[in-house]
């Protein structure tokens, strides 16, 4: 049985940082995309971030480059979204994602290409 968890959620004020984490477990994504989307009250799900297999291939939603950073340790099967500058629009509930097979372009920004889902984290964004 597959299971994503993600872990770091919180409140913190404008301005600040988070560190979201997502362990994947029974089974191995290392050549496969994770990717984190987010959903906010009222609002579909949407792509956040993406990171291919190798690591060596990353994707953002235009609003959160250069604030967030996307990243992965294979071995520990488990990916991370380093959230910097963060602000009240940031607020939602964060979910990991990921899918047995790399993949780019529209796909990779698709969230119905991915195969399993964590339970989300909830990030909240004081002004």
């Known amino acids: 049985q597959v299971q994503l968890v993600e872990s770091g959620g919180g409140l913190v004020q404008a301005g600040g940082s988070l560190r979201l984490s997502c362990t994947a477990s029974g089974r191995t994504f290392s050549s496969g995309t994770m990717a984190w989307f987010r959903q906010a009250p009222g609002k579909e799900r949407e792509f956040v971030a993406a990171?291919?297999?190798?690591?060596?291939?990353?994707y953002y939603l235009d609003s959160v480059k250069g604030r967030f950073t996307i990243s992965r340790d294979n071995a520990k099967n488990t990916v991370y979204l380093q959230m910097n500058s963060l602000k009240p629009e940031d607020t939602a509930v964060y979910y990991c994602?990921?899918?047995?097979?790399?993949?780019?372009?529209?796909?990779?920004?698709?969230?119905?290409?991915?195969?399993?889902w964590g339970q989300g984290t909830q990030v909240t964004v004081s002004s």
């Open positions: 994602a990921a899918r047995p097979t790399t993949a780019w372009g529209a796909v990779i920004r698709d969230k119905y290409q991915y195969n399993y």
């Open positions: 990171i291919t297999g190798s690591g060596g291939s990353t």
